[in-house]
């Protein structure tokens, strides 16, 4: 039975080593795409990120891709009558599925290390890569448009020229929404991303200041610094690590007990001196406790969601190998769609209806996101049986 075993794990990890390099490099075509028309990025900035795209798509290949790599192996076997063979022979259905549950089981916790470790670092090196190229990018842009503008910020930027790095005849104009918009017109000025402080510098010559359409000031030299969007603070949950993740919710926890704190002392006050407490002296706008919790309910979401997505390799090679062997077709295709398309139809939309759940505390994370796991794990086990029976 081992000769068996391993001649299925062979077979296993050979046809599933070449549909992942193929999935994979099709993907990554899509992501650095995807990320190349957001960021902008030139063909140097995608030749930089290239090595770190591929990680970033695993967690989401490796399980279909194990389906798909099931189906095939215990499908040709089931059409070629191997398993009825091996079953005559005294082999139970468990021992021919178990190379298919210690790939998956392997895969799980590649994926979980993946997800925790690996996509942290390599989000962090592509940001770095598009925040390195950003002064390039604004000056490449300024270069051929003689034109930036950022609508959200209120912010427009024209120059005559650009040389090198210093912009000839700009003009700046900043126009946030309910204020009177406000001019800088300089002969020169010059343009620096600072990535450790997170800000970006204007260094504008000889120039005057208008608002409301008159003259304000001149300056011979000025110096400003505005800040760059894409912080730490900013970093999404499932960028950061499981310890940087537990490291926020601490944090996260403790803002919301000190607005607690503050709001309970507001309260008391009051009471000592007789009035009523008032709404208005214990926030500007006091937000619905729901609401201000959302964040902390997306890091607790982020951190029970990594094992329960990685897990899903033991589901999907579960179902994926119990379903070839019953149908017992060569086709493989057919079995793949058999099984993927409840997948896509059930599996996902639950697992993604749970985690929306989950994120605004509707929820509780710890078992709302293993429902779709628990559904596809219940449809195997009954097809296991039905296999083992016959």
């Keep these: 039975m081992r000769l068996i075993q391993r001649a299925i794990l062979w077979e296993l990890l050979r046809v599933f080593g070449f549909l992942l390099a193929v999935l994979t490099i099709l993907l990554v075509f899509v992501g650095v795409a995807q990320r190349a028309s957001e960021e902008g990025l030139g063909a140097e900035q995608i030749a930089q990120i290239l090595p770190y795209i591929v990680p970033s798509l695993m967690p989401f290949t490796i399980p279909a891709t194990l389906l798909l790599s099931v189906c095939i192996v215990y499908g040709r076997m089931g059409g070629d009558q191997e398993v009825i063979a091996a079953k005559a022979a005294g082999a139970h259905v468990f021992t021919l599925l178990a190379p298919a549950f210690l790939l998956a089981a392997a895969l799980s916790i590649s994926s979980f290390v993946l997800t925790d470790r690996v996509i942290p670092w390599a989000m962090a090196n592509i940001q770095k890569i598009v925040s390195d190229a950003m002064e390039d990018l604004f ?226 994370p710890r078992w709302t996101v293993w429902v779709g796991n628990l559904l596809i794990g219940a449809w195997g086990l009954i097809t296991l049986r039905q296999v083992a029976r016959f």
């Design 139 to 364: 000056l490449d842009f300024l270069r051929t448009t003689n034109r930036f503008s950022d609508p959200e910020r209120g912010l427009m930027i024209t120059a005559r020229a650009v040389e090198g790095k210093t912009l000839i005849g700009p003009q700046f104009r900043y126009a946030p929404a309910g204020r009177s918009p406000v001019t800088v017109t300089a002969e020169r000025a010059n343009v620096s991303f600072d990535l450790e402080e997170n800000v970006v510098r204007v260094e504008m010559h000889h120039g005057l200041l208008q608002s409301g359409g008159r003259v304000n000031g001149y300056f011979e030299r000025e110096v400003r610094s505005f800040p760059l969007g894409n912080s730490e603070e900013e970093t999404k949950p499932r960028h950061r690590t499981t310890t940087d993740l537990f490291r926020q919710l601490d944090l996260l926890r403790e803002n919301t007990a000190a607005r607690e704190r503050h709001a309970a002392a507001v309260a008391t006050l009051d009471l000592m001196l007789g009035e009523l407490p008032r709404p208005d002296r214990l926030a500007p706008s006091p937000p619905a406790p729901t609401k201000v919790r959302i964040p902390e309910y997306k890091v607790l979401t982020e951190i029970y969601s990594r094992p329960a997505m990685a897990a899903s390799c033991l589901f999907f090679a579960l179902i994926g190998g119990t379903f070839s062997i019953k149908l017992g077709r060569s086709s493989f295709l057919t079995t793949f769609m058999i099984c993927f398309v409840p997948i896509l139809l059930v599996y996902y939309p639950i697992t993604l209806g749970m985690l929306n759940l989950a994120k605004h505390g509707d929820a509780d």
